[in-house]
């Protein structure tokens, strides 16, 4: 307890200080929100992947997944990492630069204008990532405050407060200069928590044999290249986690911020060491959930039903795993690894949909000769009001948090991922197609959630996904034909 206590009060002085030295380097709307465009390779590439392994991944995600899949969990690590990484910086990140420095834009939304000459898609895609970003940052934040309140045995509101207020603090203070300075540190963390939570697991089980045999005793599918579940759900989990990538926004928003090619080859080297060692510790770990934990042992992560049985509490699993693997002395880095993930995917999607409200919509729409000067001091009002929305969506506790997850981004990406992307490397889809897609794909990723249900979330995302790559071109025909 010791331990975990200097932990949080280390990481919530570093966090203040940066947020200060960042505040008093923030001169201009561009700082706030690219850090002025002159953001290194090291910062960029820690910040997209601090950004992209939220602690829903170590706490939801990957504990839900470990029990059901097993071992067939680390395909989503390598698809999260060659292709939500890898790929994403190889094909995107030199050429958002150019067209952003080119067009002299800043969003997605604005380039979607831009590209399209569309002020619809400009207001529907900002509208839609403010929206949906809501609910995945409030399950980044239940997630945390979840494992702050069985840490410190402090109720789940006031941790949920202190996590809001030091959010805020960092962020409205110095933007994304703070945000990319304080993503090196929290990178860190997050590969020391990695590291001490496979040693500790693999020590507790007394070998990799061991934890291989006892998987294979209980379920030979565990250990079988795909889980119980088959493929279908395993291949609908890789796709959604690896393509959303490609339009995600909070991710997508650091190539603007890079400052030149040579810092883009490095990143892309450091950014996918990072996430191969990040994911390939988070879904290990996670399929250890069924070596360690049992309904005896651990009741805790099963709660009782009407029917006198036992149900599994997914979102409990891993912090019951940390709990029964962690040793006293190292439980202070484990939490330091959830802080900084939790803390480094907040302020991304804070900083995003405030730019949405103060940028897209309040420029581009209400105000457009507005200065310098107010667009900051916007963009920070709209960034505080989207972390109280959110705090108040996780001050509910929704039970789906993993589902959140999934439609979230999988809406997001119904939006966003064709038009973006034909739009970048194509002349052959027009307004109307654009726009057709990211309409209906958004209709098609919320009919098949509302018809599958929670537990095929990511297949409806994942199909949504398809319709948008698919649909813009084919679209496009029509809007040709109405010209």
Known sequence: MVASYIAVVFYTFLVIAIGISGARRTKSFSDFLIGGGSIGPWMTAFSYGTAYFSAVMFIGFAGKVGWGFGMSGLWIALGNSLVGVTLVWLLLAKRVRSVSAELKIHTMPEYLEARYNSPFLKVYSSVATFVFLVPYSAAVFIGLTYLLKITFAIPYEYMLVFMGVLTGIYLILGGYKSMASVDIYFGIMMILGVAVLVASSVAKAGSLEIIFSRLREIDPRLVAPVGPPGFWPLFSLVVLTSVGPFAMPQLIQKFYGVKDERSIRIGTVVSTGFALLATVGAYFTGALTRVFLTPQANPGAWKAAADG??????????????????????????????????????????????????????????????????????????????????????????????????????????????????????????????????????????????????????????????????????LSLGGRRRQ
């Not at 537990?455 to 398809?466: G, I, N, R, V």
């Open 309 to 474: 049985t036992r149900r599994l509490i997914p979102e409990a699993l891993m912090p019951e795993l940390l709990r029964t693997v962690i040793p006293g002395a190292l439980s202070g880095v484990i939490l330091l690894l959830v802080l900084a993930a939790s803390m480094s995917t907040l302020a991304a999607m804070v900083l995003v949909s405030g730019s949405t409200i103060a940028k897209d919509l309040y420029h581009g729409f209400i105000k457009r000769d507005a200065s310098d000067a107010a667009l900051t001091r916007a963009i920070r009002i709209a960034s505080a009001a989207f972390i109280l929305i959110s705090m108040g969506v996780a001050y509910l506790r929704p039970a789906i948090v993993v589902t959140i997850i999934s439609i979230s981004w999988g809406a997001i990406a119904a939006v966003m991922l064709g038009p973006f992307l034909w739009g970048l490397f194509s002349k052959r889809v027009n307004a109307f197609g654009a726009s057709a897609s990211a309409v209906v794909s958004l209709v098609i990723c919320l009919a098949l959630f509302i018809a599958w249900g929670a537990p095929k979330a990511p297949q409806a995302a994942s199909l949504s996904m398809l319709s948008s790559l698919v649909l813009p071109p084919i």
